[in-house]
């Protein structure tokens, strides 16, 4: 007996010695006979009958090693009991005058060869019944008798199936691919095999199911291939189709969106991936504080912000295997001023046209502009726009904290203060190369565009006042006429 003492102690073994209690060994007047039996009674258990012998309650005896329980077995004649339904069988339900019987199911078809039959083979139909197994019953009843004896046909493919060793349907330029076919039913041994690997590599092979001989390829472009194989022999053929992705991985990514807006207006939210893979990119846009992104395959979002304030727009860029993010915030407003600028033509030569260098330019005109005409910086964002030649334009941003009355007195005054310094030539900046930038207004004789509400009813404000005089006018004339 092995244990602990307590939960702290470590194991402890006790030896219980019993022979003093049995003082002699036993003889066979010490055993009885036993005869093993079922629930029912029935003697025969899996087609044979089998007597042991047991020691007597009343024998205070060791058994000894070389103890043995079996005395005799006897083989049972073959009974109903001993086989049961075969595959693609079920018993019926039992009827007053007679057993059940094996019946086959809807599903199953008897005569049917099996699926690994070769043809000039034969095989064996199914009566629909089968002995029990570890049974050894001989004699009697024989269910399984009379059975019918075909040869094997020559069955059509059926099952065919291609699939890739590494699971994945993604892959890189340049990536070995092993190709694995399998088919599940048909003659292997007269089909032939045509493979097209969709980048124009064909082949015929011959026993290719049989052999598990895999395929080896590697594509070295991009795009999306049709993989097919096709069995065939004369019973008929089978197809499998699959496509495969190969796709350079994502190497950069970048949300290009015009950082402020007026509310209702519709934007375009571009991503830019490097490099790029037309058709193979999932891109998932979350806008604002929703959580269910929206899914395009195009790379821009036309959308509009019903409310005011700062709103962020997320895009995940999602191309086999790889997964970039890039998030931007826009600044939503009712009321802002927009100057378009231009540079001189220096700053084209040195233009790579990449989102981060548009957004340097602006961050330095933005900081020029608000050293020289002292306005709050954070009241200034200079978008520098895609393509050549380089332009700009510059928001100019109603305070936040100011009276809605001074708003429009104190934009005037901005404007004109950056007008002034834009047309006296004073923001510049210099560039590698030893070239001086010089930045202007685009048009100097046109005057700024105010973004909003408010300038449509003062129009029409004025083009009432100017009907009234006119009606006015017409009406006095008329009177002093008469």
């Not at 895009?315 to 540079?343: E, I, N, W, Y």
Request: charged share 20%; net charge neutral.
């Amino acid at each position: 007996v092995f244990g602990h003492i307590s939960y702290r102690s470590d194991w402890e073994l006790v030896k219980v010695d019993f022979r003093p209690s049995f003082p002699r060994e036993c003889t066979d007047d010490d055993y009885e006979s036993w005869e093993l039996t079922n629930l029912q009674g029935d003697r025969c258990i899996m087609g044979q009958q089998r007597s042991f012998r047991k020691r007597k309650i009343s024998s205070w005896c060791i058994k000894g090693r070389s103890f043995t329980s079996a005395l005799t077995s006897k083989v049972c004649e073959c009974v109903n009991t001993d086989f049961l339904c075969d595959y693609g069988f079920e018993r019926s339900a039992p009827l007053k005058s007679e057993s059940s019987k094996c019946f086959a199911n809807f599903w199953f078809n008897p005569e049917a060869p099996p699926e690994d039959c070769v043809l000039g083979q034969a095989y064996t139909s199914s009566t629909g019944y089968r002995k029990v197994v570890s049974n050894v019953c001989e004699g009697g009843v024989d269910l399984q008798q009379n059975l019918a004896q075909h040869m094997c046909p020559l069955i059509a493919p059926k099952g065919l199936q291609i699939s890739i060793r590494e699971e994945s349907l993604a892959v890189k330029p340049g990536e070995d691919i092993t190709f694995i076919v399998r088919q599940e039913q048909g003659d292997i041994l007269n089909t032939k095999y045509q493979v097209d690997l969709g980048d124009g590599f064909k082949a015929i092979y011959v026993n290719l199911t049989m052999t598990g001989e895999p395929i080896r390829h590697r594509y070295e472009n991009p795009g999306i291939y049709r993989v097919s194989v096709k069995a065939e022999n004369v019973a008929g053929h089978d197809e499998a189709v699959m496509f495969v992705q190969v796709n350079s991985p994502l190497q950069a990514l970048n949300l290009e969106v015009v950082p402020v807006v007026r509310r209702n207006q519709e934007v375009n939210l571009t991503a830019a991936i490097l490099p790029k893979n037309p058709n193979l990119t999932v891109f998932y846009w979350w806008i604002g504080n929703s959580l269910q992104p929206l899914l395009t395959l195009d790379n821009f979002v036309v959308t509009k912000f019903a409310e005011t304030g700062d709103i962020r727009v997320t895009v995940q860029a999602s191309c086999g295997s790889s997964m970039l993010q890039d998030s931007k915030v826009v600044h939503v407003f009712d009321h802002f001023h927009v100057l378009p600028l231009k540079f001189t033509k220096h700053l084209d030569m040195y233009n790579p046209d990449i989102p981060e260098w548009r957004e340097d330019i602006g961050r330095v005109v933005t900081r020029l502009l608000a050293k020289e005409t002292n306005i709050a910086e954070e009241t200034l964002m200079t978008v520098v726009k895609p393509g050549l030649p380089t332009t700009a334009d510059l928001h100019v941003l109603l305070p936040a904290n100011q009276p809605k009355i001074k708003r429009s007195v104190t934009s005037d005054k901005r404007i004109a203060a950056i007008k002034q310094a834009l047309n006296a030539h004073n923001i510049s900046f210099f560039l590698r190369g030893g070239y001086w930038v010089l930045v202007t207004l685009a048009d100097s004789s046109s005057d700024s565009r105010r973004i909003g509400g408010g300038s449509g009813y003062w129009a029409i404000v004025v083009l009432f006042v100017i009907c009234l005089v006119a009606v006015g006018a017409f009406i006095l004339y008329k009177f002093k006429r008469q």
